[in-house]
């Protein structure tokens, strides 16, 4: 096992419903530590830029209209394994798919409006904690 530090998002349609502390704390019973936290409404470029793997999908438009519709919570994350930990509290992309207890079922909306973004590997976990955060935002 190893300490590993992943990016996660509180997307809009959480941050609407007041959702911030709830699903922080879905994360920190789970294991993960918030080693760097910051309230943000992204621009279209940020969000086009952070999605840009997702350009040619069909709800690329749509999703960057989403994440720039409201604020969002950036955090990094710590923990054992805390990549693939993140994404089991998650859950599946779509909440219809996800498991009972994870922040996507108890919480998200929709597949777009789903409550929680988290890298999916440690490679992009480091390229997207840099996208947002200094060095010296990160207190661990
Ligand atoms: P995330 O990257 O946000 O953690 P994920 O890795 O589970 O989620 P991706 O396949 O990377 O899912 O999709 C990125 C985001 O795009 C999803 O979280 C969701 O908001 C949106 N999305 C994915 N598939 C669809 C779809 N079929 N229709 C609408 N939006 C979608
Ligand atoms: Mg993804």
Known sequence: M?????????KPDATRRNLTGAVT???EDGGLRV????RIHMTREQAEGFYGVHRERPFFNDLCTFMTSG???VQVLEGENA???NREIMGATNPENADEG????VHAESIEANS????DSL??????????????????
């Not at 994870?102 to 079922?105: C, E, G, L, Q, V």
């Not at 929680?116 to 890298?119: E, K, P, T």
């Not at 490679?123 to 661990?140: L, Q, S, T």
């Open 2 to 10: 190893a300490t590993e530090r992943t990016f996660s998002i509180i």
């Open 25 to 27: 704390k879905m994360l």
């Open 35 to 38: 080693v760097a936290s910051k």
């Open 71 to 73: 604020p969002v919570v």
């Open 83 to 85: 990549v693939a930990r």
């Open 102 to 105: 994870t922040i996507r079922k």
């Open 116 to 119: 929680v973004h988290g890298s």
């Open 123 to 140: 490679e992009n976990a480091k390229i997207e904690i840099d996208y947002f955060f200094k060095p010296e935002e990160i207190v661990g």
